[in-house]
């Protein structure tokens, strides 16, 4: 593949860019740009689950709903905590299914930069659209098409402004959790907040103001993004690359992780459904005689995880000074059992838990402290991974494939949700620990036969 002289000189300047924590300014851009996008993504998600079994799934609101009753017919006549958690995991899913066709659009017709405008303005009006209750599947069609455009085009240009050997790419991806992560610290505190102490409109439309400083930071940013994500192919000063012979192996090893990665998934997604309403039947949240919004424990998840991904990132950085770091794979191997762990400390929370008394928050930190070093040793890891195997030609699609594995662990999440009612809470914690078991044999089988393909 070959580059034209035009964007030599601009690659060789993102090379040699540092301003910002030691990378390329655009870094910082996009880091700040997906902090909005999170801020409103997680305050409309931490405020669903919710919302639906305490207002809108009730008499006098579901009625309201425009078309609800074919829709729900498409889950079989459940009802009640079942019927919200299918709902969310439905929306969940297809919110990371979508990413394939954003993909798309940005490889092959609009370009990455106007695919990433088109989906945040998409996002934002799926935000307003939720504070009126007849629009509700409107608006959340928005948020998966929006969010589709957005998630893996945006992720692709972090990958882009960094060479082929330039080790600073896994960092700039912990740097970009770190990103995301603050906006989910936000959002609980101020969409969550609103959206249950105010009223569930207001906390969805404090959300679409998130979305739109996002969109106005991306904008403001443009100039520091490499230029080839700014126009579609063929219009562009970059020869468009082709797909070879050679690159369909790191494709198809690739594509055979997202399974595995979806198993993997599954225990820390759940905090964001069922874990929700468990912390809100059962843990002790008074405090000075107040009961604190539920939606703050995903802020301590989020607060608990940007602690961990920063001081992993200099634990690897300190580690590898003196030793060789270990590879993607391991890393994630390593994640694996952290999740492990995190799923045993609800188990031990439901099952020390005395009749007719809250849960104490002892075991909950536990969980997020322990789940939070498997979840940076997994998620940003995985996607560094894949944006360094993907070949030029189908980069933004590979990444949009990556987020099947979201797609598939969201499925199980809204279906493995629906058993909490019916299934004992220990039992029901124990099977996330044993998906998190699961996912780690395979990915040390997977370490043993590819390893070598992958570290290549």
């Known amino acids: 593949m070959t580059i034209s002289e035009d964007a030599e000189p601009e690659a060789a300047h993102m090379v040699e860019d540092r301003r910002f924590l030691g990378h390329p300014i655009g870094l910082g851009y996009l880091a700040f740009t997906e902090a909005w996008e999170r801020f409103s993504f997680y305050g409309m998600q931490a405020l669903l689950v919710l919302y639906m079994t305490k207002e809108l799934l009730l008499p006098g609101h579901?009625?309201?709903?425009?078309?609800?009753?074919?829709?729900?017919?498409?889950?079989?006549?459940?009802?009640?905590?079942?019927?919200?958690?299918?709902?969310?995991?439905?929306?969940?899913?297809?919110?990371?299914?979508?990413?394939?066709?954003?993909?798309?659009?940005?490889?092959?017709?609009?370009?990455?930069?106007?695919?990433?405008?088109?989906?945040?303005?998409?996002?934002?009006?799926?935000?307003?659209?939720?504070?009126?209750?007849?629009?509700?599947?409107?608006?959340?069609?928005?948020?998966?098409?929006?969010?589709?455009?957005?998630?893996?085009?945006?992720?692709?240009?972090?990958?882009?402004?960094?060479?082929?050997?330039?080790?600073?790419?896994?960092?700039?991806?912990?740097?970009?959790?770190?990103?995301?992560?603050?906006?989910?610290?936000?959002?609980?505190?101020?969409?969550?907040?609103?959206?249950?102490?105010?009223?569930?409109?207001?906390?969805?439309?404090?959300?679409?103001?998130g979305m739109l400083i996002g969109l106005a930071i991306y904008v403001a940013g443009q100039k520091h993004l490499p230029r080839e994500h700014f126009e579609p192919q063929g219009k562009t000063a970059v020869a468009v690359p082709k797909l070879e012979a050679g690159d369909w192996p790191a494709v198809i090893a690739l594509v055979l992780l997202i399974p595995v990665l979806a198993v993997a998934i599954v225990p820390n997604n759940q905090i964001f459904n069922a874990y929700l309403v468990w912390g809100d039947q059962q843990f002790d949240l008074n405090f000075m005689g107040e009961k604190l919004p539920t939606t703050w424990l995903v802020t301590l998840d989020a607060i608990v995880s940007v602690s961990f991904l920063a001081l992993v990132a200099l634990f690897y950085r300190w580690y590898g000074k003196r030793w060789k770091e270990p590879d993607e794979i391991t890393k994630i191997i390593i994640g694996s059992a952290f999740s492990i762990g995190g799923m045993l400390c609800l188990y031990m929370a439901a099952e020390t838990q005395g009749a007719g008394q809250k849960i104490g928050l002892a075991w909950p930190v536990a969980f997020h402290v322990i789940n939070s070093i498997g979840f940076a040793h997994m998620l940003p890891v995985s996607l560094a991974l894949f944006a360094k195997l993907a070949p030029r030609a189908i980069n933004a699609t590979v990444i949009g494939l990556y987020y099947l594995a979201f797609f598939t662990a969201n499925a199980l999440v809204g279906w493995i949700g629906g058993f909490y009612e019916t299934m004992r809470t220990t039992e029901f914690w124990l099977l996330h620990a044993a998906l998190a078991a699961g996912a780690g044999v395979v990915f040390v089988l997977f370490k043993l036969v590819m390893g070598r393909r992958l570290a290549a």
């Open 62 to 209: 579901v009625e309201n709903v425009a078309l609800f009753k074919p829709f729900s017919a498409l889950f079989g006549g459940i009802e009640g905590q079942a019927l919200a958690s299918a709902i969310f995991g439905t929306y969940a899913a297809s919110v990371y299914l979508t990413p394939i066709l954003g993909g798309f659009l940005a490889d092959r017709v609009l370009g990455k930069r106007r695919t990433i405008l088109l989906g945040a303005v998409t996002m934002a009006v799926g935000h307003f659209l939720m504070a009126f209750e007849a629009a509700f599947l409107f608006a959340l069609l928005c948020l998966v098409l929006g969010s589709g455009m957005f998630k893996g085009n945006i992720a692709s240009q972090v990958g882009a402004l960094y060479g082929p050997g330039d080790l600073r790419r896994a960092d700039a991806f912990q740097i970009f959790y770190l990103g995301i992560n603050a906006g989910v610290i936000a959002s609980p505190l101020i969409v969550g907040t609103l959206g249950e102490t105010v009223g569930w409109h207001w906390g969805f439309g404090a959300a679409g103001i």
